[in-house]
């Protein structure tokens, strides 16, 4: 049984989390449902920071928000004394909108607006992390006409390439984020950022990839980014202050998943970092990490209702159920697996194989292929795991679907955190010019 934080089977052999049971909580909130265990995921925040203020006092740790983030896990990361990393115009506003510090957020992105780096740099936001020389510039020229500085990070390439798929891979030279170590290209980035005066280069960045189970590329990144700090020194005798080395720890999907544990990833990079340090004579900088899976993404599970069930002789049989590639893109798009067991009968042995499927008009909509599982019928409740982290933030209206709510549970509490979208909300950014509207008219007035 693959059962992670508050997850329990509870006296009628159901799904319960966070005490509330999840078959009471399809019947008050519907399916598909998000349901995220507030306590794990606050359980996550601590360990990092916890284990960082243990090894590391000169740190920070930073919440992705690009995994899951919404007004009241704005809320939650501020509570737990976290930085937000954040990506877009939309994370602003909506980190904003919750009360939460534009000083203690991080801004990314390889193409940032000039819109963007406006309210960014207005607003007060902590540090841009910087991604090209083009953005250099933009920001220059935006801070010259609304007279600030802004506080920059270098993303830097530091050329590594993580065990992970090939799409989540971000460190190597042939990427779309940062500038390259092994081209000139990040130390030329350095020295013209000395040259300009509505800037200060603070930190370095880099970032390597996402869901990496493998601790080495964390290590050789942070040999790497120190190894660069050191030669900067040396060339232009700035002393980098900061060094943020983002995100990627790998989560649990399947029960033969095994990460490593947390504190033994940050014991082997702080170490790295101490001894780096050591060995070049430079002041220890403050330390920045970015997870965003590995704090959210075991918290949260999915609750769909079984539908239609084909069986396709000899072949396979599906199962559909009423989401799918619109609540969750990963299986379609990283091949990524999943466990599920069906949340009403959560104490059934599981007697046949069956490939789950989504409901969108699309063969490669399929959310499970070969899973183990009771026999199902319509009407039953399939919860599937690990799906707190990418799923809502990459959620769509493919077909006009509406995207789900999301419920925060805790101690036998369900807090609504997004509501479902209604139709209305489908066609309220519709607008019908007048030349299609006049057959509509011309009906209403007959
Ligand atoms: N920092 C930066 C600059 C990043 O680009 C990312 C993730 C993170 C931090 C957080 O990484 P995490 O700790 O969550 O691995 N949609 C993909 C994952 C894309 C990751 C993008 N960047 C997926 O569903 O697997």
């Known amino acids: ?30 399916t598909p449902l998000y349901v995220m265990d507030e306590e794990l995921i606050r359980k996550n925040c601590r360990e990092y920071t916890d284990t960082f203020s243990r090894l590391y006092p000169n740190s920070q740790v930073a919440y992705s928000g690009k995994a899951f983030l919404t007004m009241a896990m704005c809320r939650l990361v501020e509570e737990e004394g976290m930085a937000l990393d954040v990506v877009s115009g939309g994370e602003i506003y909506t980190a904003l909108k919750a009360g939460y510090p534009a000083s203690k957020m991080i801004f990314h992105g390889n193409n940032k607006s000039a ?39 270098l993303r830097v390439k530091p050329g590594i390439e993580a065990h992970t798929h090939h799409y989540i891979q971000t460190g190597q030279l042939d990427s779309k984020f940062g500038l390259g170590l092994a081209d000139g290209h990040a130390m030329a980035f350095v020295k013209a950022a000395l040259k300009l005066r509505h800037v200060e280069l603070c930190g370095l960045h880099c970032h390597i990839g996402s869901q990496i ?9 942070s040999e790497v980014m120190m190894d660069f700090i050191q030669g900067i020194k040396k060339k232009t005798g700035l002393a980098i202050r900061e060094l943020d080395l983002g995100g990627g720890f790998g989560i649990r999907y ?24 050591a060995e070049h004579g430079l002041t220890l900088p403050r330390l920045l990490v970015e997870p965003g899976r590995s704090i959210v993404g075991e918290a949260g599970t999915t609750l769909y209702t079984v539908g239609t069930i084909k069986e396709v ?12 590639m619109m609540d969750n893109i990963r299986t379609a798009m990283y091949e990524a697996k999943y466990e599920a067991i069906v949340a009403n009968r959560a ?34 409740i399939l919860a599937t795991f690990s799906t707190g982290a990418y799923h809502y933030s990459m959620a769509s209206n493919y077909n006009r679907f509406t995207r789900p709510p999301v419920v925060f549970v805790s101690n036998g509490h369900a807090e609504i955190v997004v509501k479902r979208e209604s139709y209305e909300n489908l066609v309220i950014n519709d607008v019908i010019p007048a030349h299609l509207q006049k057959r509509v008219e011309r009906r209403a007035a007959n």
């Open 213 to 221: 189970f493998d601790l080495k590329p964390f290590q050789v990144a």
């Open 254 to 277: 399947l029960r033969e998943d095994s990460p490593h544990s947390l504190p033994a990833f940050i014991e082997l990079i702080v170490t790295t970092i101490k001894e780096k340090a």
């Open 115 to 153: 819109v963007d780096l406006e309210i960014a740099l207005t607003s007060g936001v902590g540090r841009l992390v910087v991604d090209s020389f083009s953005e250099l510039e933009l920001i220059e020229s935006i801070g010259s006409q609304v007279g600030k500085t802004a506080q920059i990070y």
């Open 347 to 380: 104490l059934e042995e599981p007697v046949e194989k069956v490939s789950v499927a989504g409901k969108a008009c699309e063969s490669g909509d399929m959310l499970i292929w070969d899973i183990d599982l009771p026999k199902l019928v319509r009407g039953d």
């Open 313 to 324: 002789p000899g072949i396979r049989k599906y199962v559909a159920v009423d989401g799918g």
């Open 1 to 30: 049984m693959f059962l992670t934080g508050t997850m329990r089977i509870n006296e009628k052999g159901h799904l319960e989390i966070g005490g509330c049971d999840t078959v009471e909580l399809t019947r008050n909130f519907g």
